[in-house]
């Protein structure tokens, strides 16, 4: 680095200008403070990042976005807020991660939503089909209609397997077949 010449400009209407330049890196850096907002600039041959504070808002405009922390990042906010990317967006964790909401949770994904867990606690989910899994329950429920179609469908309970309906109920093929040790109808 070579040397840099730095400036301060003080006036009643503008404010205070702190300015630092680096010919030989073409780097300028400034702080500009005129009463109502700070703004820092590091502006370069490459790019340009600023940080605007007033009394209510702090602003951060660059190419490049980083915060680490050694032990915890806490964000809390009390009015809606946004986070999105316009490319990949990931969310990692090393350890247990919990998403939790009060109220509802809309989880959309335009091509396929892909959600898993463990082997056993399994759970994916697909716009052109989807697989349910569970280690202890699984409950379809649909509140006007569920319906199962495919070439071959199999129900099999390894204890007792029951059927009800409230109203009409149907079993119909080409061929029906009952078996049983004991078969009670009527």
Do not use: H, R, W
């Amino acid at each position: 680095m070579g040397k840099v010449v730095c400036t301060i400009e003080m006036d009643k209407a503008a404010g205070v200008t702190v300015t630092v330049a680096n010919a030989d890196d073409s780097i300028t850096q400034t702080i500009k403070m005129n009463g109502t907002s700070i703004v820092i600039t590091v502006a370069g041959s490459d790019a340009t990042s600023t940080i605007t504070q007033d009394q209510s808002k702090i602003a951060i405009a660059c190419k490049q976005f980083e915060v680490t922390a050694e032990e915890t990042i806490t964000l809390t906010s009390t009015k809606a807020s946004t986070y999105k990317s316009d490319d990949a967006l990931t969310v990692q964790s090393a350890k247990d991660m919990t998403l939790k909401s009060d109220a509802k949770v809309a989880i959309t994904g335009a091509t396929e939503v892909g959600v898993t867990g463990a082997s056993s606690n399994t759970l994916k989910l697909a716009s052109a089909g989807a697989t349910l899994s569970a280690g202890a329950k699984l409950t379809l429920e649909g509140t006007s209609e569920a319906a199962m179609s495919a070439p071959t469908v199999s129900i099999k309970a390894d204890a007792s397997l029951s059927a009800e309906s409230s109203g009409v109920a149907t079993f119909k093929g080409s061929v029906a077949n009952v078996q049983g040790s004991l078969v009670n109808l009527g």
